[in-house]
């Protein structure tokens, strides 16, 4: 429910703005949501998958 908030109090200051610029203190940066998901290491193991798919 917390995130949910969240997000809709960005999308209302888009709708309302025309942009996120008002909340973006609010909003992590692309690389800190990168590092909570581990993205990077979750983009290797793709990669490795299909990377090995393709010499089969």
């Known amino acids: 429910r917390a995130m949910n ?4 109090n960005v ?3 888009i709708l309302d703005n025309g942009d996120q610029k ?3 203190e609010t909003m992590q940066t692309r690389a800190e ?3 909570f998901l581990n993205y990077h290491s ?7 998958l299909f990377t090995d798919g393709k010499n089969k």
């Open 33 to 35: 949501l990168y590092d």
């Open 42 to 48: 979750f983009e290797q193991k793709l990669d490795a």
């Open 22 to 24: 008002a909340v973006i």
């Open 5 to 8: 908030k969240a997000a809709l």
């Open 11 to 13: 999308y209302q200051s």
